[in-house]
């Protein structure tokens, strides 16, 4: 399974109770796109993507824009 496809799926599942992605579910994300220690282009993708949906509360947006910014920086 490639990681993009995981992350969709987790991102789905995270979004099937309330159609919002919370900070608790962004920091989940996020370890889940650090675990091989570096952000993928298509990770940035996903997180360009989950962005633009808006489906993600306050916090979780700054948690996945933070890391999109701090990945582009590399």
């Known amino acids: 399974m490639t990681t993009t496809k995981s992350l969709q799926e987790a991102l ?7 159609d919002k992605v919370s900070k608790y579910e962004a920091r989940v994300l996020r370890e889940l796109i650090l675990a091989d220690g570096k952000v993928s282009e298509d ?3 996903f997180l360009h993507q ?3 949906k ?3 509360d306050e916090e979780a947006f700054r948690i996945l824009s933070d890391l999109l910014k ?3 920086m590399k």
Request: glycine share 6%; proline share 0%.
């Open 12 to 18: 789905k599942e995270v979004l099937k109770d309330d």
């Open 43 to 45: 990770e940035k993708r």
């Open 50 to 52: 989950a962005l633009e």
């Open 54 to 56: 808006g489906h993600l």
């Open 70 to 72: 701090r990945a582009e």
